[in-house]
């Protein structure tokens, strides 16, 4: 029942932490983690408070920021655990200032406006290359694939739209020295939904690849990342038909840029990736095979060599790669040599071939790469077209994505940095159109005054690059159409002379002194909207030109390739005027893709690079402060700012806020339009700080807001626990009788549950007592059905308690558990098989020293033990090897006992045989004799062969008696002698002199030979205390006190 009670508990906690957490405001965190929206930003004039607060966000991890409804994102250069299916969840059907900003908000909010007012959109997805473009389009996409509505057919289609993304960056990216997957080609996606919002189909457009990265590539960049992939991870097969080695040093088109390998990057996984993504695109196997029989022949001819002849025309000097082309593309040897080294010219009625020199060759083999690669990209995109069409007819509704390259400022810029700033300054333009249109309309529909807002138009910069006959590109095109030797240095003076008074443009012949200093002679600048950039006019003919000689062409319409068959058709008119110019075309697709937004409601994503190293955690405030002037965001901030700051429609403001106002709390009853008003009424808002629209509350100063959201956080605290109170009694009243029942019928069938088994184990208990007490009573009879439980339990019981109560050492023997009758023998049997265990586990942990040291003490025991009072003391003193050491010994006395071998020496105490007069002696052990030394002399020598005997008594003294032969009156009687290592002196002597026996114990007197015919007697008695002393008798008295019994 309490286990109810917490579960109960635990789930109010969490729905009303879940109330708690739907009531917060993200605002609430605004001191610590910045502001969320910077449109409520006080200083919004103030780029230096613009950037604090990305600086503030970006350090918390917090990368995604609104001005409005655009999206602000800063690149962290790491993993976040942001993009999980349960964030995508999250933010599903979710109003779009209701949590967090985050991209996942922005894809959501654009396809619930899409159903609910079924027109079309797009998200515009700008930034300098390496700050989030492509991932932020990726993410854009995963979350579709996962929100929209699921079927065999959709998941097709799905699949096939985020399997497009590895194929086009295969073939349209590349490593630079800012991004190390940089696109270098714009793409405008179309996501196609039908009315229940499931993806059927999609399109995608493609805009200004930067085929020049084919031929050339800077220092620290690479070329497509294709060409890398199918060297380092195509199958050896493969490269073997494809005539290819698995080493990028060995093509020219490869090495320029001196990093064919990147850390980051995985060619050999990326390779993997590709295939599986041309399989599900359904690309078929011939499709594939002739798809890098191109690529392999691109590297193929960049490694084409040409040589001057006598006369001083190209010709080839490797005939093999041209063998590799040859059959690659399905073309010819001798029609393929002859359009790389000769020009095809028409006069009149007749056909000219004109033989190139070594650089017009070299010209013509680049540029015929750069048709073959520019034109085999737009047949891809067109294919995964092919594969995305949706072939139904009905009416769809489209979400298109447009990852664009951002403004562009290098060292050095050059014609492509010119088209791609061309570009930014259209979509400005366009931007800043779209943005002010939307707010008008806004403003209209609300029933609102607009007050006209000032910006930066930028339309002056737009004409003085595109405006007819005068504009940049006119003058471009006509530089490169007009006859004669036109060159980079007459277009620049050509826009001298025609454009040198506009206020935005500048050349070093036309700037003032001090500007000069910053211009070179080829350089001409623009003031863009976003600031000064300076073109290098070198490159910028050719370039835009980007000319394929006819007989070029003509050689690739032979091609047997089925893909070059496509990209250069017989039908192509070959008309003898010029080609449109590269800028000229892309002109003509900005107009397109202008044309194709502005039929759409604008949605935009501006991406930011924190910093140049790629560091996650790192922000460079100058670098990044560069990026929000080009990208326009103060312009923007300033546009939304202009009029209100904040505008929510009635229902939500009312919903969030009701709790100031005890009017409007719990239920309001009437409009959400009165309500508001009647909050703002009790709040205190001063006429000029708000205005009513006709579904929409405006307000002018976040400051407004921010007083009102603290209000309400105050509010909130107070709200919840009146809140949590009510739940919580409405809940616990309802569920207290529930609970009260089945707690009754629990109780009831549980007591019965209890009883019965109670009963059980009453019944089951009386069986097991008789039967022990049965058992008890015939326990001596034989074993049988009465007793035979009761004897295995006295088995058990005794075994159980033999074993917690062992002996520990085999010195404990006696101390075995006393058996019960039937155990008797099979006790006795045990402990002789645990005393002989613990005997030999004994055993096997003696060392070889203690061995030794226990056969010696066995020895003293069968000498002393039981027969001298003092030997129970002795058994725990260990013995040692001598008691002298060799540098205590004079070494005269070694000198001359050193040839018999020292065994053992000692210190004792010599009386002397008359008088007994004690006196300090050393005592030495050899191998043939023992010897009584005074310092630096031999006093006695006992040979062995002498000693007759060694007397001790029974007494706990440490006197010795040692008895010798004594035939000679000159020779020195027996030795009386005092040893504090009485039992190990001797116990070493009967060893070394093999006289066991000869040690006596006696009680009383001993007596001893002082010389021959004359003898002296020593006489043992106990006392209080140990005493040595002569005699009235004229014997050696030695008193010893009684030692205790052990």
Known sequence: MTHMVLEVKQSLDERCNQILRNMEASLTARDRVGIQDFVLLDAYTSESAFLDNLRKRFHENLIYTYIGTLLVSVNPYKELDIYSKKQMDTYMGVNFFELPPHIYALADNVFRTMQSEFNNHFILISGESGAGKTEASKKILQFYAVSCPSTKLLNNVRDRLLLSNPVLEAFGNAKTLKNDNSSRFGKYMDIQFDHQGGAVGGHILSYLLEKSRVVHQNHGERNFHIFYQLVEGGEEDLLRWLGLERNCQHYSYL???????????????????????????????????????????VLHLGNIKFVADVRGYASLNNNQEMHWVSKLLGIPAQVLQQGLTHRKIEAKAEEVFSPFSVDHAVYARDALAKAIYGRTFNWLVNKINESLANKDSSRKTVIGLLDIYGFEVFNVNSFEQFCINYCNEKLQQLFIQLTLKSEQEEYEMEGIEWEPVPYFNNKIICDLVEEKHRGIISLLDEECLRPGEATDLTLLEKMEETIGGHPHFVTHKLADQKTRKTLERGDFRLLHYAGEVTYCVVGFLDKNNDLLYRNGKEVMRQSKNAIIKHCFPSTEPDSKRRPETVVTQFKSSLVGLTEILMSKEPWYVRCIKPNEAKQPGRFDDVLVRHQVKYLGLMEHLRVRRAGFAYRRKYDIFLQRYKPLCPDTWPNWKGTAAEGVRCLIKHLGYKPDEYKMGRSKIFIRHPRTLFATEDAFQVCKHKLATRIQAKYKGYRVKGDYQKQRDAATKIENCWRGIMARKEREKRAWAVKVIKKFIKGFITRNQP??????????????????????????????????????????????????????????????????????????????????????????????????????????????????IQHEHIKYSVPVVKYDRNGFRPRLRQLIFTQEAAYLVEEAKIKQRIDYISLKGVSVSNLSDNFLILHVTCDDIKQKGDLVLQCDYLFEALTKLSVIANKQNYIKVVQGSVRFDIQPGREGFVDFKSGQESMVYRAKNGHLMVESTRTKSR
Request: overall charge positive; hydrophobic content about 35%.
């Open 783 to 896: 074993a049988c059905n009465d007793n035979s439980e009761y004897l295995a339990y006295v088995r058990q019981n005794y075994l159980t308690r033999l074993r917690e109560n062992l002996p520990k050492t085999v010195l404990e023997k006696d101390s075995w558990l006393t058996p019960p009758p039937i155990m008797k023998e099979a006790s006795q049997l045990l402990k002789k098989l645990y005393i002989r265990h613990m005997v030999g586990k004994y055993v096997q942990g003696i060392t070889p020293q203690r061995k030794a040291q226990l056969v010696l003490k066995a020895q003293t025991s069968s000498m002393f033990k039981g027969k001298k009072e003092n030997y129970p003391f002795s058994v725990c003193r260990p013995f040692v090897d001598t008691r002298i050491g060799a540098e205590d010994i004079n070494i005269k006395v070694l000198q001359m």
């Open 255 to 297: 090495v320029q840029g001196g990093c064919a390998k990147v850390s980051s990057i995985n060619d050999k996984s990326d390779w993997r990736m590709v295939q599986k993504a041309l399989s599900v695109i359904e690309f078929n196997e011939s499709d594939i095979e002739h798809l890098f029989g191109i690529i392999a022949s």
